[in-house]
């Protein structure tokens, strides 16, 4: 049985951004040397939330609409008040509950050495409170 | 230390309909031979949903009415315009948000050769834009 | 390689009731002896939840009231009927809607015997239907 850990970190240039990890998850599988088993990849943060979907551009902006509308910024008022990182006018309680809402863990399947993904699957990450550098780690069990 | 693969096809009957695939899990997992470790299940796919719940009548219908209310497919002009399978007219933005909203993957213990259910959950399969066959891949390591 | 079962039972005070339980699983991947792998863990109920969030004061009123919204209980007209726990004028289909939200299960790294967690993280049970006693199972597998 092998376990095999990688840390990565992403970062990207907007206070809400949407981008496509698969290649660096896809990397860590190739890395390990595991043929058949299990990944697991964990975004270390609780602002920024890690999941599978289409990496499409008109799609992303209809993923970031919705999740601006079900965590409803302006309206709620909130009462964490953790400054935003790039804003310090108001909290970042939306970016806690986005990423409460999309999940920030993906788990899935090594088959022949390579993630298992539908054709149209991609690993994304979604930044909800950045700039700022995140660190993901992988975790891949098998053999 | 065993790895097993299975992968197996549900298709139902309409655009939108949740499905109780429990069974289909636990067959994988008594075939597998794996006595004590972890099951996860993913679904291959982008429009379709797999969770762990409650599967009863009643209750199938809220949850729809719930995923169609957050994903609000008339009012909320979605820009992402690929056909919806079974309708032209409009694009499946909405599925790919259900999607993202439910989780399209589950991770369960296995013990004494079974399953690590509670009474009264089910393995939830859910279609949000079909009928169409769907592929779901089950990996179980363990020993 | 090492599989490691533990169930352990939660219960609150209160009806609506989110508790940070990190020290939990915490402990059960030190009694397991595993140095690197991976562990999971599930609530196994249909009507409360597990995820990872900051375990804040304020932030927890804030994901009460998201999840309030979005299952409406009172505008919805559910369907589903099983009473609600501590109240019999109502049914309960808000906490299963509310699990199928925020998820039920969560996966994580351990590496050198401890969990691999961010610094604002903590392992966040929410109860949606109590106040009653939950089970959860933790599963660890790696050596």
Known sequence: ??????????????????????KIVRTAVHESGVRCGIAIANALHT???????????A???????MVGRLVQPDAAGHRHDDPRYSDCERGNA??????????????LAVNDGELVLGRFQSIIFAELDGPRQRAITIQIVGE
Chains 1, 2, 3 share one sequence.
């Open 47 to 57: 602002t920024c939330a890690l999941f599978i979907n289409e990496f499409q551009a």
């Open 94 to 107: 939306e970016a806690h509950l986005g990423t409460a809402l999309l999940g920030r863990s993906i788990a």
């Open 1 to 22: 049985m092998r376990v095999h850990h990688t840390s990565v970190t992403v970062q990207g240039d907007e206070h809400i951004e949407i981008s496509d990890v698969t």
């Open 59 to 65: 799609l992303v902006e209809d993923l970031k609409a």
